[in-house]
């Protein structure tokens, strides 16, 4: 980390920051609150992700450099709580939680003014979110329908939300509640690319990517040490579990026919790829609230 200093005020909601990093001084934008456009679901959100006046959500750089990598469109996130940062970074966001508490900002007018004022994308935002469990079987969103899914702590996205990627779709997870770990070890899922916090990029070379979930002594992750994970918290894991390599985000792939941005990655070889399941209409998003900036 570098130094920084705060300079001009730009556009509400927007600041200019000179940092002095180790490649010398760069100036960017950052986000920051917008003074008198807070309503109470957006300072919610702020007071969560964006600790302090200047401060920015530390999900913004992974979205970016997520974004940088693959054009993604459709974006499913289980388990969102107020998190709306991915609406910045892509136009169509689904969001689902069971919390009837959190619904307010996805269909918040100061909210969506604050994405559309900071958004990184030209074309019109469309905000969803429908309250449930998603780990019911209820047909809110349509199967194989995104080309993301975001976990982020909200415990077991992967396995039931699985089905909602199209082929080729990705799932950005972290290791909170260990969801990066079970996708790891779905053989849905191939293990694409893992954030670098320095250099704010997804590291897809293979070299890197096969340090994850490997054991110092060399082992690669079973369902058995993923067991005996789960149990401990991460200071207090015995060195036989400690990996190569972590991470604070992966990028997983959904095995099949769509477009990889890894070629070069070699699967471990008992990782099969499954007989797709029964392809279903591609139709949207059904049974929930819409709203659209442009
Ligand atoms: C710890 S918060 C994480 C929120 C957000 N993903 C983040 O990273 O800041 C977990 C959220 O997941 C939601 N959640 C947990 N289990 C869920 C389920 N089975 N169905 C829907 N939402 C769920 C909770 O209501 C909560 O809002």
């Known amino acids: 980390m570098g130094l920084e200093r705060k300079g001009s005020e730009l556009a509400a909601g927007r600041q200019c920051v000179t940092r002095m990093g180790d490649e010398g001084m760069r100036t960017v934008t950052k986000k920051v609150c917008p003074q008198g456009k807070l309503s109470s679901a957006l300072s919610a959100y702020f007071r969560s992700y964006a600790k302090g006046a200047g401060a920015e959500d530390v999900h913004v ?75 019911s079987s209820s047909p809110v969103v349509e199967e194989e329908y995104f080309d993301l899914v975001i976990s982020l702590s909200a415990g077991n996205v992967s396995e039931p939300c699985g089905r909602y990627l199209k082929e080729g779709g990705y799932l950005l997870v972290n290791e909170a509640h260990g969801d990066a770990y079970r996708a790891y070890l779905d053989q849905r899922f191939e293990l694409a690319a893992v954030y670098d916090e320095d250099s704010q990029q997804f590291d897809t070379s293979s070299d890197v990517v096969k340090e994850c979930f490997h054991t110092r002594g060399g082992e690669e992750l079973t369902k058995a040490m993923f067991d005996e994970i789960m149990l401990k918290p991460k200071s207090r894991r015995p060195n036989k579990l400690r990996f190569q390599r972590d991470a604070m985000f992966y990028l997983f792939r959904m095995k099949g026919e769509g477009k990889a941005i890894k070629p070069d990655h070699v699967q471990p070889s008992e990782l099969q790829v499954p007989s797709r399941i029964q392809k279903k209409r591609r139709t949207g998003v059904r049974g929930c609230e819409c709203n659209s900036v442009s």
């Not at 910045?88 to 939680?97: A, I």
């Not at 996805?106 to 969506?112: G, Q, S, T």
């Open 61 to 135: 750089p992974v979205f970016r450099a997520l974004k940088r990598i693959q054009n993604l469109e459709q974006v499913l996130y289980p388990g969102c709580h107020r998190h709306i940062t991915p609406s910045l970074f892509f136009p169509r966001v689904h969001y689902v939680d069971c919390d009837e508490k959190v619904g307010d900002i996805y269909r918040d007018a100061k909210a969506l003014d604050f994405i559309n004022d900071n958004k990184e994308y030209t074309q019109q935002t469309v905000v969803s979110f429908s309250r449930g469990d998603f780990f």
